[in-house]
């Protein structure tokens, strides 16, 4: 018999200027993205009481205390990115670890982290 794996995802977003060091194009200068961000979360084992993995608004109120360290930024101005580039894959893997003490003992683990600057583009961040 297959065992269960339930897969929460929430999604927010954040405004923030950067620019890529050694891009050798346009994106080097300054310029501003308003960023989208996915968590997603995953368990194998629902709550007794409620029958959740894992509140929703748990995970967007852990989701919003790390993106207002981002929003409205400069992001290379940033300690996080002040010498690392504030790509969107670095992007995505700062959120991860940012967020990712905030699950210890819950049922719920942090399986990843998803930043996207446009629509049609998105860098995912995950630990295997």
Avoid at 37 to 61: A, H, N, P, R, Y
Avoid at 101 to 114: C, D, Q, T
């Amino acid at each position: 018999m297959a065992s269960p794996l339930w897969r929460l995802a929430v999604r927010s977003d954040f405004s923030a200027g950067h620019a890529l060091r050694h891009y050798e194009g346009k994106c080097e200068s300054p310029h501003g993205h308003n960023f989208a961000v996915e968590v997603v979360v995953e368990g194998e084992k629902l709550s007794e009481d409620t029958e959740l993995l894992m509140d929703f608004k748990e995970i967007k109120t852990m989701l919003k205390a790390v993106l207002e360290q981002l929003d409205h930024k400069d992001l290379n101005l940033t300690p996080m990115f002040s010498e690392k580039n504030p790509s969107s894959e670095n992007i995505a893997a700062w959120i991860y670890k940012q967020m990712q003490p905030g699950f210890e003992g819950k049922r719920a683990r942090l399986y990843s982290v998803s930043v996207s600057e446009k629509a049609a583009q998105t860098a995912t961040y995950m630990e295997i």
